[in-house]
């Protein structure tokens, strides 16, 4: 079956420091693979998606590569902001149109 | 657009009373989803419609849950009759296509079951 498994956090950084969450993933075929961001009080946005292997998700200054050698999607930024705490989720998608969510990390960036 | 709309935004009731959670999916959108989360499992899907027709149910927990999608407007969670162990955010999501259609998700209804 499909699984993610992310980082566990909390995570707390100062402002300006570089941010990473390992994501990594099972699956059988070729998934689709995405980074969720929830804010406080909201439901889930899309932040960067990958469509196949070696492909570079961006937005808002934050990346993510799908790894298929190693399956991974692990989300980077270079410099965070207070605007960017939030839970962050990890995320496949198969042909079956189900998008299975690892478990979320906390992050919280101080000012 | 508004966005997915869900209501009510909290709602906290008493162990075996019935509960209704409601969603509004985006205009033209032919996908609706039902999600749970919760501190111990994370998000769960629990349903999914396709052009208000229910696709895969295999989420839904218990007997105790049922969805409906009477049309492409509208979409309910019933619990009946609800625990304390239900108590969780309960999010709609909905998209244009399936596949990789990106999900817009509400947000969300947090439920208290006492």
């Known amino acids: 079956g499909n699984s993610v498994t992310q980082m566990e956090g909390p995570v707390t950084l100062s402002e300006e420091a570089f941010l990473t969450i390992n994501c990594t993933y099972t699956a059988t075929g070729y998934p689709s693979l995405f980074w969720y961001v929830q804010y406080p009080g909201e439901g889930l946005q899309l932040l960067l998606k990958?469509?196949?292997?070696?492909d570079k998700g961006s937005n808002k200054g934050f990346e993510a590569t799908y790894r298929k050698e190693t399956t991974s999607f692990h989300l980077e930024k270079g410099s965070v902001q207070v605007s960017d705490s939030a839970v962050y989720f990890c995320?496949?998608?198969?042909?079956?149109?189900?998008?299975?969510f690892g478990a979320g990390t906390t992050v919280t960036v101080r000012a | 657009d508004a966005g997915v709309i869900q209501s009510p935004r909290h709602e906290v009731t008493e162990m075996g009373q019935e509960v209704t959670l409601r969603c509004k999916p985006i205009?033209?959108?032919?996908?609706l989803f039902w999600y749970r989360q919760t501190m111990m499992r994370g998000l769960e899907l629990l349903i999914y419609f396709n052009n208000n027709v229910p696709i895969d149910d295999s989420g839904m927990p218990e007997d105790r849950f049922s969805a409906k999608m009477p049309n492409a407007s509208f979409s309910t969670l019933k619990i009946q009759p609800s625990e304390p162990r239900d108590s969780a955010v309960y999010f709609c999501?909905?998209?244009?296509?399936?596949?990789?259609?990106?999900?817009?998700f509400g947000q969300g209804t947090r439920l208290t079951v006492v």
């Open positions: 999501a909905s998209s244009l296509g399936g596949g990789l259609a990106e999900a817009f």
């Open positions: 990958a469509t196949k292997a070696d």
């Open positions: 995320a496949l998608q198969n042909n079956d149109y189900k998008l299975s």
């Open positions: 205009s033209g959108h032919d996908y």
